[in-house]
């Protein structure tokens, strides 16, 4: 699946299951909306982020079924992050494909001196 392909299934899925949330009327609800889901993101990135500093802090005493558990559990908060990315693009109704594509040439030409001859 494509990057424009799920977009379009989150949108989707959030049309039928949040209708209300994207009936945005004027740009006070849509400055509300972004408002929301960049907490949600936000809360998320937290939520990896606490389960990492477990991790790190429990280290040594971190057995495997431990470590695989904890890596079960960052995986399920990393797409929690990506959602949440996904419906802000779907929210700005940008093609994220295309703007990372974009973004990769130009951190091309601003990492360039970092490049591995
Ligand atoms: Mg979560």
């Known amino acids: 699946m494509e990057i ?3 977009q379009k299934t989150q949108l989707e899925f959030d049309k039928e299951y949040f209708k209300k949330f994207w009936d945005i ?3 006070k609800i849509f400055i509300d909306r972004l408002q929301y889901i960049v ?3 936000v809360g998320e ?3 990896y982020a ?3 500093k477990k991790i ?3 280290y040594e005493n ?3 079924n431990n470590f695989h558990q904890k890596r079960e559990e960052l995986v399920e908060e990393l797409v929690d992050c990506f959602i949440y990315l996904i419906i802000a693009a779907n929210l700005l109704n940008i093609d994220l494909e295309k703007e990372f594509l974009k973004k990769l040439e130009k951190n091309k030409k601003r990492f360039e001196k970092y490049r591995d001859a």
């Open 39 to 41: 907490v949600a993101l």
């Open 4 to 6: 424009r392909e799920i």
């Open 56 to 58: 790190s802090r429990d």
């Open 45 to 47: 990135i937290g939520e």
């Open 25 to 27: 009327k004027n740009e």
């Open 62 to 64: 971190l057995n495997r």
């Open 50 to 52: 606490n389960i990492v």
